[in-house]
């Protein structure tokens, strides 16, 4: 299994090449941010759905691992910027500093960094990202944002199921995830992580498989995005 640090040059190769062609190629329209956001309550199964959509758009899935190894890193960082065109990243200190001092978002590093990251990681396109808030700094125009929902005592069978946890482990587990989840979406972007107009999709994974969600939200996805270009697309 590759390491984050695998993961993450491979991404950047890929981002990198991807510039080299934009910039030898004619000007583009601007485009839509190609990102899928997903929140999910633990043991929905929301993260095995995202890694399936990745999978299926041959995006790369981003988890909190390194999503917060970029943040951590003074050279990630970096990097992940010089990876953009250039129009966007004279624009997006800019963008970062609006957001911070102009919204009800906390003021530490990490979440500057945080901001900073994601748009970049929307920008460069290619991207399902797991948690750590990526709708609530998007907005509903930018990306696209899936959020995946399931009563507690079927997601307390799912980790005993798919985790091999123990029954009160699980129990445990789901409250305590609840509970970190919503008290960070609150501290950081003074949000409800379960406020249904935040997203795109509200997914209840109570009687359905997630894998038979996949092609209708996928072709969600492709109209909204479709729907974007045509309005121009969003770069701010």
């Known amino acids: 299994m590759p390491s984050i640090d695998d993961i993450i040059n491979r ?12 910039e030898e190629a004619p000007p583009e329209p601007l485009r839509p941010m190609e990102i899928v956001t997903v929140s999910r309550e633990i043991g929905s199964r929301g993260g095995h759905f995202a890694s399936l959509l990745a999978e299926k758009l041959s995006y790369q899935l981003v988890h909190r691992e390194i999503v917060d190894a970029i943040c ?7 990097r992940i910027i010089a990876s953009l065109d250039e129009q966007y990243r004279s624009r997006l200190r800019m963008i970062v500093d609006t ?31 797991v948690g750590r808030g990526g ?5 509903p125009q930018r990306g696209f944002h899936i959020r995946f929902v399931c ?82 697309g969003k770069t701010a």
């Open 99 to 129: 957001m911070v001092f102009g919204q009800a978002v906390d003021h530490a590093d990490y979440t500057r960094h945080l901001i900073s990251v994601v748009l970049s990681m929307a920008r460069l396109g290619g991207v399902v990202l």
């Open 135 to 139: 709708n609530f700094i998007l907005g």
């Open 151 to 232: 009563p507690k005592e079927i997601r307390v069978q799912n980790l005993v199921k798919y985790l091999n946890l123990k029954p009160p482990d699980a129990a445990k587990a789901v409250e305590s995830f609840d509970q970190e989840r919503r008290e960070l979406i609150r501290k950081v972007f003074d949000a409800d992580i379960d406020d249904p107009h935040q997203y795109d999709m509200v997914i209840n994974s109570a009687y359905m498989d997630v894998e038979h969600c996949l092609e209708p939200i996928i072709t969600a996805i492709k109209l909204k995005f479709e729907q974007l270009a045509r309005a121009g």
């Open 72 to 78: 951590g890193s003074t050279g990630y960082r970096k």
């Open 11 to 22: 991404q950047f190769r890929q981002w990198e090449m991807r510039k080299m062609e934009q």
